[in-house]
C-alpha cells in the first residue's frame, strides 16, 4: 500500500526510532570499560546510519503543500483527457463534453 500512496508528512515514529537508536549507540559507547579502535567503529557506523535517515526524513515536507499555486490537485479535472474533443469546432459535440467535463 505504501507503494500507491506516497507519505505526506516525515515519518515521525521513524525518526523518533532513529533518534533513540544514536541514543542507545552513544549510551554503549560510553559505559565501555575502554575505548578501543573497535567499539568506535562499529558505534560511528551505528550513529551515521541513523542519522542520514534522519537528514533524508527532513527533506520531505513537514505538511501536504503544493510545490506551486498553479500545480492540479487530485480533485481538479483532467482536461489532457479531453483535448481533442475541445480542439472542434461542432456543436454536436458540446452536450458531450460538457456531461465528459462535469463527471471528472
Known amino acids: 500500500m505504501l507503494l500507491i500512496r506516497t507519505p505526506l508528512t516525515p ?3 521513524l525518526i523518533l526510532f532513529a533518534l ?3 541514543a542507545s549507540a552513544c ?5 565501555l570499560p ?3 579502535a573497535y ?4 558505534v560511528s ?8 535517515f534522519i537528514y533524508l526524513a527532513g527533506l520531505l515536507p513537514l505538511q501536504p503543500v503544493r510545490p506551486a499555486p ?3 490537485r487530485s480533485t481538479d479535472v483532467r482536461l489532457s483527457n479531453y483535448a481533442p474533443h475541445l480542439v472542434t469546432n461542432d456543436r454536436k459535440l458540446d452536450p458531450i463534453i460538457k456531461f465528459l467535463i462535469s463527471r471528472g
Open 27 to 31: 549510551i554503549y559507547y560510553l559505559s
Open 45 to 52: 557506523v551505528r550513529i551515521l546510519f541513523p542519522a542520514y
Open 20 to 22: 533513540s537508536q544514536i
Open 34 to 36: 575502554d575505548y578501543g
Open 39 to 42: 567499539p568506535i567503529v562499529a
Open 70 to 72: 498553479n500545480v492540479a
Open 11 to 13: 515519518p515521525y515514529l
